[in-house]
């Protein structure tokens, strides 16, 4: 979350004052000014930190395996969960690698969509 709100709020940075002064100016009210400016400056900052976001939502390991291991009958156990348990603790290394390039792969595809998504809005 920390990460997130600092790549925001750099983003929010680079917006110029006197876009907001223009638009006051003009008598656009700070809502206007938000829909109107400052979502669409920031937007390429918000496309990157969704697919950060979600990236790191598909590999996350560690918060899981602390707090419950796997959970009863493996309900809360995740994808990168299984394919550590599969190499190390079953020993099926080519079954825990085919794992990983669908993870590679599913990984790819939402971050091209993203990519491809915010070309075509640019």
Same mark, same amino acid.
């Given at each position: ?5 600092l790549l925001?709020f750099?983003?929010l940075?680079?917006?110029p004052g006197?876009?907001?002064e223009?638009a ?5 009210s700070?809502w206007?000014s938000f829909?109107?400016i400052?979502?669409p400056l920031?937007r390429p900052?918000l496309a990157?930190?969704l697919v ?7 590999q996350?390991?560690?918060q899981?395996?602390v707090?419950t291991e ?5 309900a809360?156990?995740? +994808?990168?969960e299984r %394919? /550590? ?6 020993? $099926?290394m080519?079954? &825990?690698?085919?794992m990983?390039w669908?993870?590679? +792969?599913?990984?790819? %595809? /939402?971050?091209f969509?993203f990519y491809?998504? $915010?070309k075509?809005? &640019?």
């Amino acid at each position: 979350m920390g990460y997130t709100a600092l790549l925001v709020f750099a983003g929010l940075q680079t917006i110029p004052g006197y876009v907001y002064e223009a638009a006051s100016i003009d008598g656009s009210s700070e809502w206007s000014s938000f829909w109107r400016i400052t979502m669409p400056l920031l937007r390429p900052v918000l496309a990157m930190v969704l697919v950060i976001s979600l990236t790191g939502s598909f590999q996350v390991f560690d918060q899981v395996y602390v707090m419950t291991e796997g959970g009863p009958a493996g309900a809360t156990m995740v +994808l990168v969960e299984r %394919i /550590v348990a599969n190499a190390f603790s079953y020993s $099926r290394m080519g079954y &825990a690698s085919s794992m990983s390039w669908v993870l590679f +792969l599913l990984i790819f %595809i /939402v971050t091209f969509f993203f990519y491809r998504l $915010r070309k075509w809005q &640019a």
